[in-house]
């Protein structure tokens, strides 16, 4: 059965202070791993997909990388607008199309 | 170009009744998953529909069922509704069966509370 962790679950930071959110997994063949940000009352919002080991993407301010048991969401100078509650999810061989999600890390960015 | 629409956005049913939740995906997607989101953890999935059949499902019991139309729409029925189904319900899309090159996107879901 496929598993997600992430840690922290809350996270509060200053503008301007960089950190890194966790997603540790545990799946039988990775076929992707999914990053999604949600904002309260609202649904996830697609980030990032990662595939295979070694893999970065990024999008401005967020930068995802991805090893064999983990991947992080490295957030650059954040700005209070990137409050929100970030999501990972994995996709393994044995899934079909079920996303495995972990519980989230919410973010609080104070100006 | 219209993303994933959820209606209603608001719902509050006593325990015993039946809900309907209705989703229309992402012009160009053919393939609806649900999940349910309860408060504080992530979501959970429920089942998916592909061709106007259910292809996959999670470990929900047999009063959760769905529907997906010829358009592509899809709807969530809960039947006996308990306490524990107050969540947000969510409906995803995306394009083909398999996910491997293509993201599910979300809708923005319905908040459903039971009394």
């Known amino acids: 059965e496929d598993q997600v962790t992430q840690s922290p679950e809350a996270l509060r930071l200053q503008e301007g202070e960089s950190s890194s959110l966790n997603c540790s997994y545990t799946v039988s063949g990775l076929r992707g791993l999914f990053w999604y940000r949600q904002d309260p009352g609202k649904g996830p919002e697609f980030l990032f997909t990662?595939?295979?080991a070694g893999e970065e993407k990024e999008k401005e301010r967020l930068k995802a990388t991805l090893t064999k048991k983990e991947s992080f969401l490295h957030i650059t100078a954040p700005k209070p607008e990137d409050s929100a509650t970030y999501l990972c999810a994995v996709l393994g061989e044995t899934s079909g199309s079920r996303l495995t999600f972990g519980e989230g890390t919410q973010l609080t960015v104070n100006p | 170009d219209a993303g994933v629409t959820q209606s209603p956005t608001h719902l509050i049913k006593t325990r015993g009744q039946q809900v309907t939740l209705r989703c229309s995906p992402k012009s160009g997607h053919d393939t609806v998953s649900w999940y349910q989101q309860a408060l504080g953890q992530g979501p959970q999935f429920i089942f998916q529909y592909y061709e106007e059949e259910e292809r996959q499902r999670g470990n929900f019991p047999d009063r959760f069922s769905g529907h997906q139309f010829p358009n592509y729409s899809s709807e969530l029925n809960v039947n006996a509704l308990l306490l524990g189904d107050s969540a947000l319900y969510l409906c995803?899309?995306?394009?083909?069966?398999?996910?491997?090159?293509?993201?599910?996107?979300f809708g923005d879901g319905t908040r459903l509370s039971i009394l």
């Open positions: 995803a899309s995306s394009q083909g069966q398999v996910l491997d090159n293509q993201p599910q996107h």
């Open positions: 990662l595939y295979s």
